[in-house]
């Protein structure tokens, strides 16, 4: 995976919603203004010595600039994949495969996998595992330029861990003149 491209213009995005997942990983090219609020999902335990204040501290929101490449394919068939720069810092790779599966590199270069499905309404799905836990990520766009994403972790029994909404809208820079 190489070069970026230029981030798609709603004039550019044909058709809307992106009907592959070429063109989905193309959308999401671009600098982003993000607010997210996080959710702490799991009932409070007293085994855990959790104080009231813990307890309370259920929500948490933050706003920040995101900034998303666009990873050009290094083969005919597959899609490419996504350079993810978040406020804090650190990259995180998503490179797509045209299998359905996807290969995800942490800032700290922790490698984990998972499968991608774009749906009919133009939205897609990660589904991942890790250590104690499933996670589940859905990205989609309301307009060309306004990107939501939801995700929902849960525990091995099926009970909901941690969740996270974002929305995000494209920052476009004006032309110097």
């Known amino acids: 995976m190489t070069s970026a491209t230029e981030p798609p213009t709603p004039a550019t995005i044909a058709p809307f919603p992106p009907e592959t997942i070429a063109a989905f990983l193309t959308c999401c090219a671009g600098d982003w203004l993000a607010l997210r609020s996080r959710f702490n999902l799991e009932e409070p335990s007293a085994e855990a010595g959790q104080t009231e204040e813990e307890e309370v501290s259920w929500h948490s929101s933050e706003r920040g600039e995101l900034q998303v490449t666009y990873l050009a394919p290094e083969g005919n ?58 996670v589940r990520e859905r990205i989609w766009f309301t307009k060309a330029n306004l990107r939501l994403r939801s995700s929902v972790e849960h525990h091995p029994d099926g009970s909901p ?17």
């Open 77 to 134: 068939d597959d899609p490419g994949g996504l350079e993810i720069t978040p406020p804090s810092g650190g990259r995180h790779r998503l490179l797509f495969h045209p299998d359905g599966s996807f290969q995800s590199q942490a800032p700290d270069g922790a490698v984990s996998t998972g499968r991608w499905q774009l749906w009919p309404d133009g939205s897609l799905e990660l589904a991942s595992e890790r250590p104690g836990t499933s």
């Open 161 to 177: 861990g941690r969740a996270s909404f974002s929305s995000e809208i494209r920052r476009f820079s004006r032309p110097a003149g």
